[in-house]
């Protein structure tokens, strides 16, 4: 599957947006992936993660790790997580955060010395795939890698881990105080779930 393939599943699910968007990382794009609109469908989930599956199991394959478990960061990547689990033939489970840290609860738990792929389901700045990760090691999981269904850095997000994607753009995204002039003149839109209160 190409980056084009995936591009036209969000295209087809009306999940490819164009206009001025605050992204979970803060940051303002022109452009945002609403990957729920993608995810509620469960044949194009699963045609996106068996495509993911297959880049991890080669992946793993060429570190010379193969992947036992998947640990995704809630609540955005718990579908993705899932269903690349389910692709694998691997159980799936997912951190939450508790004050801030992600955290495993609701009685997950894995063995010291498992190895994990790391699942998320939209790449930015990397931020939360470095905070899924961190708690991965510190509950003694071994992060063979990470993965993704979009990558929207070009490949430049660091996770500290290799990150496989499925899909590899490069889409601008800028700080609050650096916008162009014509993104600013857009009336912004902020649909992430990060600063959402209950």
Do not use: W
């Amino acid at each position: 599957m190409t980056s084009e393939d995936v591009l036209n599943e969000f295209r087809a699910a009306g999940a490819l947006r164009e206009g001025h968007f605050v992204l979970s990382s803060g940051l303002h794009s022109p452009v945002f992936l609403q990957k729920n609109l993608v995810f509620m469908n469960a044949e194009r989930s699963a045609r996106l993660c068996k495509a993911l599956a297959a880049k991890i199991t080669a992946k793993a394959a060429e570190l010379g790790k193969p992947v036992e478990l998947v640990v995704s960061p809630a609540v955005g990547a718990i579908i993705p997580g899932y269903e690349t689990g389910r692709q694998l033939g691997l159980p799936s489970i997912f951190v939450e955060r508790a004050d801030g840290t992600f955290k495993l609860r609701r009685g997950f738990h894995f063995e010291p010395g498992t190895k994990v792929v790391m699942v998320e389901d939209i790449v930015t700045t990397g931020l939360s795939s470095r905070e899924c990760i961190e708690s991965i090691r510190a509950a003694g999981g071994e992060v063979v890698c990470a993965a993704c269904i979009v990558d929207r850095s070009g490949g430049r997000a660091d996770v500290g881990v290799p990150l496989v994607a499925l899909a590899t753009l490069d889409v601008p995204a800028y700080p609050a105080d650096a916008l162009p002039a014509d993104l600013a003149a857009i009336p912004v839109e902020d649909p992430g779930s990060r600063r959402l209160k209950g």
